[in-house]
Structure formats: C-alpha cells, structure tokens
C-alpha cells in the first residue's frame, strides 16, 4: 500500500527531503483517498454490488492439517464506506499537520513516517479478507498509538514535567488496549478451532454458523466484543483516552476521527453475522454502549481542557455508535431465535444508524480536533478558562467549530442529527415491540436521551469558553488566525459537517446496511431504508422532538451560562468542593482503580511469576548445569594417565556386568 511505501522512504530516509518527508507523506495520503475513491466506485457500480456479493482475493498464507490460513483483501459496501472516510480524513489531516507541526523541525521525519503507518494499518485493517489479517494491522495501529501520543515525551514544548507525562500517557494507552487485544487474539483461537477458517467468506457463511456449536460460536463473538473494548475505549477500559491528549492535536484528530477507536465500531459491524447469533450478546453491547456514553458525558462536563473535553466526547459518541449496534442486532437476533414478527426493515436500522453516526462522527470530530489545534496553535494553551474572545481574532476557526458543535449536539438538520436521532429510534424500538428486554432498552434510551442534553451543553460550554466573552490571559496575546494549510482542511469538514447527514436520503442507507436473506445467508448493503421511510420515521415520531429540545435546553443553559453569565457555574460545583464535581474531575476514580489493580493483582502475579522464574526455571537450569560440573569434576579424578588404572578398571566393569547376568540367570530372568 501507498502509505506503507511512504512510511518506508520517509522512515529511512526522510532527512535528505525538504521537511523531513513531509511531501512524500501527504502525497501518499492524497494517493490512496483517490485510489479508495476509484475502487468504491468500481465496486459500488459493478455487478458484485448489485447481488450483494463481496470482492475476495487472497492467497494461501499457512497451512497445517485443516487449518488454513490466508492473506488477501475483501470489499463489500461497508469496507468502501470505511476507506473512504478514512483515508479522506486522514488526507486532511495530513495537510493541516503542514501549519501545526511546522515548527518540528528534524522531529518531523518521525511524525510523517509514524502517521503513514498509521494510515497504513487502518487501510489494511479495513481491506482485510481474514481475522488474523485485520488483527495484525489492528496491532500495528496500537505500535503507532503508543509512539505517537508519546511523540513528545523527549523534550516536551511545555518542559520535562509534560514530558514524563506524554510518556506516561503513551505507556497506558499501550497496556489498556492490549487487554483488549489479548480478548481479540483468544477470539481468534475460538474462532479457528471452530471454523478451522479465519477468512470472512467462511465464517461469515450461514451453513457453517448453523453446523458450528453455538456455545462457541458466542464465546468467539464475546472475546472479539472484548477487543472492542479495548481498542474503542468502552466501559470499563475507557479511561486511557482522554490521557492520550498527550500527543500532538493531529494525532489526536487521526485517533479520535479516523483511525483507532473507529477499528473497534468497525470490528463489531464487520463481524455481525456472528454477533446476531444471540440475543443476550446484542443487549450486552447495548448496555456497555449506552453505560459508557453517559459516563463519558458526564466527566465533559467540568474539564477545563479542550482537547479532553472533545476526548470524554469522543467515548460518549462511541457509546453511541456500539448501543445502536447492539440494539439493531437484538432485534435481528430475536427473530433468528425465537421467530418474534417485529424486525422486518426496522431490524436492520441498528447497524444502519451505528455506521451513519461512525462516518458523520469523523466529520465534525475531525473538524473539532483540528479546530482545537487552531486554537492551540495561535493560544499556546489548551486551558479554556485562560481562553475566550477570540471569535474576533479567528474567525474562520470559530465558525467552523460552531458548526461541527451544532452537528455532535444533533442540531436539525446538521449531520448528527440524522445519525443521532436514527441510534434513538433504534434503542427504542425492542421496548416498542414489547420484547423481553424491552424494559431494559427503554432504560437505555433514557441514558441516550439525558446523554444528548448533557453533549449539547458541555459542547457549547467549551465553544461559548473559548469564543466568547473577554478575552484572558493567552488570548490577548493571540497572534491571530491559522495559516491556510490549517484553515482550509477545517472549512472542507465544516461542509460535510453541516451536510453529510443528507446522504442518507441519496443511496448511503442501501449502502450501509446489513440484511439477512429469505435463505437465511447474510449480507452487507443491499435493500435498505427508503429515504422515504427514513424522513416519515424521524418527523412523524414524538422521541424526535424530546430529544431534538433536550439538545436546545443543552445549549441554551450553556449559552445562559458561559455566554451571557445570567446563571454563575459556581452554584453548581461550589467552587470545586461539591461531591460530584470532585467525583467527575477524579473521573469516577477510575485512574485510582486502575492503579491498585496494577498495584495488588498486577504486581502480586508479577511477583510470583519472579518466584517460579528464579527457584524453578532458573534452578531447574542451575541445577542441571552443578550436576554437568559436579559429574565432570568427579569423572575427572578417574583420568590418571596409569595403564594399570584404567586396566583396573576395565576389569571392575568386567566384573560387574558377569555379575548382573548371574543374578539374571539364577532369578530366571533369562
């Protein structure tokens, strides 16, 4: 792939280019957006499209009695959809890193090398035709996470003190995501002891699903929903994200928007058909989803750093996007198991409005990352409170972000409101059919619902913090706008932002479906929701209006507060001594957890895996090497350079083997 050719050049030998390589690195970008836009098309037009058939090709990889291995690519619908996104945002971003990491100088070489790869992985994850493939570019999205959220943990802009913690950030994002990555691999084994295949067109075929054991077949699902985990920072491994703000905002922007976190949502969609086996594990997803969505929420709503602000928002909008996932394959499920007449189309509008809401979230999370990074840029802070005023001196970056804030709170008619108001629909629905755990479900659209009021109003908290008001300390000395390399990628979001949603009512709904046949086989795009349907859907249902004025009380109550200063933020937080506030900025005192973890159950194992290593490895090692020395020490002693010595002993060894076979004789063993 392109940007694994340009990791390479720029890796090795990015110093002898101007800008370390940062040409060859956006160039790289640019080509393989333009490659996923050529191979959409032909896909999306073709035949294969049109039986709702996947392009497979591969080659054998291993082979070991039935088991084979392969290495190959696999398009359908929902890879075209994830490519093109991907890599049309990270080409934005790769061009806003132009202006933001100008300043790098020899550094970099390194950024551009590590971002290339970065892309690369996620293109490849997405193009993968097996498990084992996706999980090896997964694990290599989590090498550059861990290296580029500690990019600058030598010698920190801010001094040593941001330093240790850039590394520190680096080293929990690494070790967090990789318990997600052990419940990924341990999946794979289920999987292939199941299949004896990990390629997509066999253990995605239901005639195999339905002659595989169910038990393992959940369990598989159950390890790969571990993953998820893991790597889209749910409930409860969340908490390393907002620490990975340590890295440049560009990183943050490629992480948060189109890369990393997506892989887990991706992963959950990818692998439907083994999800939807049952029941329980799709109201699992659900509640993990919407749990972490509220969680996430509430911990936005005091931060005073505008990168972690967006961050607890980047978990919240995930929570969302795993909810309707696992709300739409509950129902799906329910008609597999128990033959429940309620799915029908509006089975299907879970996965539909999960992977809407992921490609709408790219946009205007892109476009907020990269707005906070204008601010940085020009500010030299990420502190809200040292902010405000500056709609005057960036214009262009205020807007842009007023627009991507409208579009996460699901302001009418911007991007996230479709999305956003089709996952609500979703999780809605089990308790409108009346299934079993429809009671459940109505409990988790009340989180979603009090999660949308509590987005809108810590969105335009941090809009109305930064913009508005007068202007404080580092804003005074704002020197102004970004340079255009950074302005005109923000402006480009700004429009998907506001417009991308409309998609929905052009064709993206048969897109990015996913539908099980009358044969029971299943597929991904194809017959999907009608515009019709989907617009009568949203105008017709009361939810639509509940939760379209919980966004607007959002903003108003932020706009009251931080804007026109009529209601003191004070009250609510008592100067920082109230209960909550202190419970939200410890952040649910899951950093504390998380340490005695390490601290009691982490460091006992490791202390006795020392243990066995030292007295029984070790000693066995040891003991085995004394007995070779000691022997030959003994043996040693017999080697007197005497003729009549080593006669002796001949002789004794004559002696003794004619006696051996006497007692043989007289015992009759012979």
Excluded at 65 to 80: A, K, P
Excluded at 187 to 212: E, K, P
Excluded at 321 to 343: D, F, K, N, R
């Amino acid at each position: 792939m392109i940007p694994l050719l340009a990791f390479v050049v720029v890796g090795f030998f990015g110093n002898k280019f101007k800008g370390g390589g940062t040409a060859i690195a956006v160039l790289s970008a640019v080509a393989a957006f333009a490659l996923s836009g050529v191979v959409s098309y032909a896909y999306l037009t073709g035949d294969l499209y049109s039986t709702s058939q996947p392009y497979v090709a591969s080659i054998k990889w291993l082979a070991f009695g039935s088991y084979e291995l392969n290495f190959g690519i696999y398009i359908d619908s929902l890879t075209c959809v994830m490519m093109l996104f991907s890599s049309f945002i990270s080409m934005l971003i790769f061009v806003y890193s132009i202006g933001y990491m100008g300043g790098e100088g020899k550094k970099k070489r390194r950024y551009y090398a590590e971002i290339s790869l970065f892309l690369a992985g996620m293109l490849g994850l997405v193009l993968s035709s097996n498990f084992l493939e996706m999980f090896i570019f997964w694990e290599i999205m989590g090498v550059c996470s861990y290296l580029l959220i500690g990019f600058w943990s030598y010698k920190h802009p801010e001094g040593d003190e941001a330093s240790m913690k850039a590394a520190s950030a680096a080293k929990k994002a690494f070790l967090v995501t990789r318990l997600g990555d052990v419940c990924f691999m341990a999946g794979l084994f289920v999987l292939l002891w199941t299949f004896t295949s990990l390629d997509f067109t066999v253990v995605f075929d239901a005639a195999n699903i339905a002659s595989a054991e169910t038990g393992m077949v959940i369990l598989g699902a159950l390890l790969l929903f571990g993953g998820v985990i893991g790597k889209s920072a749910q409930f409860p491994l969340q908490d390393w994200l907002p620490d990975a703000m340590a890295g440049p905002t560009t990183v943050s922007a490629l992480i948060h928007a189109a890369t990393m976190v997506k892989a887990g949502v991706y992963l959950i969609a990818r692998s439907y058909p083994l999800f939807i086996q049952n029941a329980d594990v799709m109201l699992l997803v659900a509640i993990i989803g919407a749990v972490t969505a509220f969680i996430a929420a509430t911990m936005a709503l005091n931060n005073m750093n505008i990168k972690r602000v967006l961050a607890y928002s980047t978990i919240s909008q995930l929570g969302y996007m795993v909810m309707a996932l696992g709300a739409g394959g509950y129902l799906i499920a329910m008609e597999m198991q128990h033959g429940v007449p309620t799915a029908g189309i509006l089975a299907t509008v879970g996965f539909t409005a999960g992977v809407f809401h992921m490609m709408n979230h790219a946009f205007f999370k892109a476009l907020l990352f990269m707005g906070a990074g204008s601010v940085i840029h020009a500010t030299g802070t990420e502190d809200m409170r040292k902010m405000g005023g500056l709609s005057k001196k960036m214009r262009k970056t205020s807007w842009t972000m007023l627009i991507g804030c409208l579009s996460i709170a699901g302001f009418p008619l911007f991007s996230g409101f479709w999305s956003k108001d089709m996952i609500l629909e979703a999780t809605m629905e089990p308790s409108i059919a009346g299934l079993a755990a429809g009671d459940i479900f109505l409990f988790l659209f009340a989180l979603a619902a009090i999660t949308a009021f509590l987005t809108a109003f810590y969105m335009f908290r941090m809009w109305f913090m930064t913009f508005h008001g007068k202007p404080k300390d580092e804003s005074i000395h704002c020197h102004g706008e970004s340079p255009k390399s950074m302005t005109i990628p923000l402006i480009i979001l700004s429009i998907f932002a506001l417009g991308s949603g409309f998609l929905i009512f052009f064709g993206l709904g048969d897109i990015i479906t996913f539908n099980v046949s009358g044969s029971g086989a299943y597929y991904f795009g194809g017959d999907g929701h009608t515009p019709a349907h989907i617009f009568d859907a949203i105008v017709t249902n009361i939810w639509t209006y509940v939760t379209m004025g919980l966004a607007l009380i959002g903003i108003l109550l932020a706009y009251l507060m931080y804007a026109r200063s009529l209601i003191n933020p004070a009250r609510f937080n008592a100067n920082g001594r109230s209960r909550v506030y202190r419970f939200l900025n410890a952040r649910y005192f899951f950093p504390e957890l998380y340490d005695q973890i390490a601290l009691k159950l982490g460091f006992g194992v490791a202390k006795g895996i020392d243990y066995l290593d030292k007295n029984l490895i070790d000693g066995t090692v040891n003991g085995i090497s004394n007995a070779v020395v000691g022997g030959s020490g003994a043996l040693r002693k017999i080697q007197t350079g005497h003729v009549r010595d080593y006669v002796s002993l001949i002789a004794l060894g004559v002696i003794a083997i004619m006696a051996i076979l006497a007692l043989l004789v007289f015992s009759g063993g012979i």
